[in-house]
T-cell receptor, first 109, second 113 residues
Framework: GIQVEQSPPDLILQEGANSTLRCNFS?????LQWFHQNPWGQLINLFY???GTKQNGRLSATTVATERYSLLYISSSQTTDSGVYFC???????????FGTGTRLQVTL | KAGVTQTPRYLIKTRGQQVTLSCSPISGHRSVSWYQQTPGQGLQFLFEYFSETQRNKGNFPGRFSGRQFSNSRSEMNVSTLELGDSALYLC????????????FGPGTRLTVL
């Protein structure tokens, strides 16, 4: 099956700093989503981005499908950005998402 | 629109018992997928239901089963619970056209003693 690798596994930032999270995947995909898991466990949709670039406030994402990677940018980080960020992908028309192991982000004052 | 809802939010069971979890998708969504999250295995796909039929299945034993009703609500059942079934169970809903955005519910945290 498709493999998904995320880096870095852990990240500690001071409030106001910027960061880039990376997701590499082993095969072509038609679905790629970025999620933020909050402390209560809910997965919050950030982006649906199988290709191209999107921005939403301080967050933006870019997927280069031909090179099989996606990047999530967080600018001017805030303590509320803390949590685990997951990348998940699916090939073809499949609904089954394969998740990476996540990046745990801690933003300190 | 209301989001995905899951009930119950927390559950404590003992080994050998069975459990049923419920998921109500976003109105208009016809696909419901279930995932299990554990510290050791991460997030793993259990199965997907679309129009009351199982459309995809992950690599879980037959103790894990599910169904979907005509209103798209879905239930998953785990029989003969084992300690290793302790996990966060998440359901996701989507329109069901294939490569759709999936929206997750808050999850049911199951503890097996």
């Amino acid at each position: 099956g498709i493999q998904v690798e995320q880096s870095p596994p852990d990240l500690i930032l001071q409030e106001g700093a910027n960061s880039t999270l990376r997701c590499n995947f082993s095969d072509s995909v038609n679905n790629l989503q970025w999620f933020h898991q909050n402390p209560w466990g809910q997965l919050i949709n950030l982006f649906y981005i199988p290709s191209g670039t999107k921005q939403n406030g301080r967050l933006s994402a870019t997927t280069v499908a031909t090179e099989r990677y996606s990047l999530l940018y967080i600018s001017s980080s805030q303590t509320t950005d803390s949590g685990v960020y997951f990348c998940a992908v699916a090939p073809g028309t499949a609904s089954k998402l394969t998740f990476g192991t996540g990046t745990r982000l801690q933003v300190t004052l | 629109k209301a989001g995905v809802t899951q009930t119950p939010r927390y559950l404590i069971k003992t080994r050998g018992q069975q459990v049923t979890l419920s998921c109500s998708p976003i109105s208009g969504h016809r696909s419901v997928s279930w995932y299990q999250q554990t510290p050791g295995q991460g997030l793993q796909f259990l199965f997907e239901y679309f129009s009351e039929t199982q459309r995809n299945k992950g690599n879980f034993p037959g103790r894990f089963s599910g169904r979907q009703f005509s209103n798209s609500r879905s239930e998953m059942n785990v029989s003969t619970l084992e300690l290793g079934d302790s996990a966060l169970y998440l359901c996701a809903s989507s329109l069901g056209r294939g490569a759709d955005t999936q929206y997750f519910g808050p999850g049911t945290r199951l503890t097996v003693l």
